[in-house]
């Protein structure tokens, strides 16, 4: 089975404040991707970054950064210093290499951020 | 433009009636996807086209669901004999070639009601 956990369904910090959002995923495939999308109120959901299973290197973007883990099968995202723009649905989604770029996605995570 | 398009925005139609979903992809994007999205849910994949073909359409619900891309480009959803449980925000995405690897571009939605 292929699957998607994002255990926190709404997370609320004020500004400035680090915060993590969790993914776990399910495959049994070796060769996968993992994704991250924002979704903001206008509801178009924006990439953010995307994974291939060989690669565990963490990545840092300006204020995001990912740390993906096999082991134990997550992929967690965190905004540090958060701003009230980065208020937004929050998507992991998973991608596996034979089904032609279908994402499985979780169920989201609402971060609101507070001045 | 330069992204995907979607019309209509907001479609509201009454139980049993008939409607279309339009998705206008990124130019030159050979691969099309429709999802659909339930109020606090993430996204649920329904069809993958490559070029003019379905080449996964495994999430339809059921028969009253169908989708076309004639000349590889432009897709409409169509769905008949609407009924509540429809109601949704439907959303296009394409990519350059699908694929794992392959990042999608999504569009706004359109968010249907059915009354």
């Known amino acids: 089975a292929q699957k998607v956990t994002q255990a926190q369904t709404e997370i609320s910090v004020v500004e400035k404040e680090d915060v993590t959002l969790d993914c776990v995923y399910e495959?049994?495939?070796?060769?996968?991707?993992l994704f991250w999308y924002k979704q903001p109120p206008s509801g178009e959901l924006v990439f953010l970054i995307r994974r291939n299973s060989f690669d565990e290197q963490n990545e840092i973007s300006g204020r995001y950064s990912w740390n993906f883990q096999k082991s134990t099968s997550s992929f967690n995202f965190t905004i540090t210093a958060s701003q009230v723009v980065d208020s937004a649905v929050y998507f992991c989604a998973l991608v596996t290499s034979g089904n032609t770029g279908k994402l499985i996605f979780g169920q989201g995570t609402t971060l609101q951020v507070k001045p | 433009g330069a992204g995907v398009s979607q019309t209509p925005s907001n479609k509201v139609t009454e139980k049993g009636k008939y409607v279309e979903l339009r998705c206008d992809p990124i130019s030159g994007h050979t691969a099309l996807y429709w999802y659909r999205q339930s109020l606090g849910q993430g996204p649920e994949f329904l069809i993958y086209f490559q070029g003019t073909g379905a080449a996964d359409d495994s999430g339809l619900p059921n028969d009253r669901f169908f989708a076309v891309r004639p000349e590889g480009s432009v897709s409409t959803l169509k769905i008949q004999r609407t009924e509540r449980g429809d109601s949704a925000v439907y959303l296009c995405?394409?990519?350059?070639?699908?694929?794992?690897?392959?990042?999608?571009?999504f569009g706004q939605g359109t968010r249907l009601t059915v009354v």
């Open positions: 495959t049994r495939d070796t060769t996968y991707y």
């Open positions: 995405a394409s990519s350059r070639s699908g694929g794992g690897g392959t990042e999608a571009f």
